[in-house]
């Protein structure tokens, strides 16, 4: 079977939008360094609000210092944001007896499936057109399994998922680039205490 370009797909999209009103898009965000290419690329097209749901961050202190990052997404892209409250024991809760799984394995795709649900059933109630997430820009998320989950759990929504893979066409070197064009905190770890563990690992 022929692996489905994601880009191509998103570019026909876009394409295929009406001219006049953009329609919105919920979009979740994982930090504002990966944000920033996903926003300026989009922002032309749809009516963004960035909606920062991260339980998977490991700690109060982290979890807040990267969402006041987005304050300089705000300045520069003019977007709106919405901040759920940190509850880091639906992460925990969501993964228990996969905590041994190496990084990008059936523990990641666990977290994937809990953001991606959070979004869409915030864009179910507040009636957004569209929903994604900024976490394909990343070379080390599974666009593929992204999608997947987000096209299955949206099948008999009103809500559409919007399928991406913002690594392609330079985007993850476009994040880089406005990362320190911005002076944005750019974090060496996922977020969660599994990731800093396989980090710690790798650099024994």
Do not use: W
């Given at each position: ?20 009103k953009k329609p919105s898009l919920l979009l979740h965000a ?131 998922y919007l399928v991406n893979d913002f690594k392609k066409n ?35």
């Open positions: 079977m022929q692996k489905r370009n994601y880009q191509k797909e998103l570019d026909k999209i876009i394409e295929n939008l009406k001219d006049g994982c930090c504002a360094p990966c944000s920033s290419y996903c926003v300026e690329y989009l922002s032309k097209y749809f009516d963004i609000t960035l909606y920062y749901y991260n339980p998977n961050i490991e700690s109060q202190e982290e979890f807040s210092k990267r969402f006041k990052e987005f304050e300089k997404i705000y300045e520069r892209f003019n977007v709106k944001a919405i901040e759920e409250k940190y509850n880091p024991d639906e992460f925990y809760d969501a993964v228990k007896g996969y905590e041994d799984c190496k990084e990008g394995g059936d523990r990641c795709t666990i977290c994937y499936r809990l953001r991606l649900q959070k979004t869409l059933e915030y864009a179910t109630k507040n009636h957004f057109d569209y929903f994604a997430s900024t976490l394909s820009i990343s070379p080390y998320k599974n666009a593929e399994k992204l999608n997947t989950i987000g096209e299955e759990i949206s099948k008999d929504s009103q809500v559409k330079g985007g993850y070197l476009r994040s880089t680039v406005l990362s320190k064009e911005m002076d944005l905190y750019r974090q060496d770890y996922c977020g969660c205490v599994y990731s800093i563990r396989d980090a710690i690992k790798e650099d024994i």
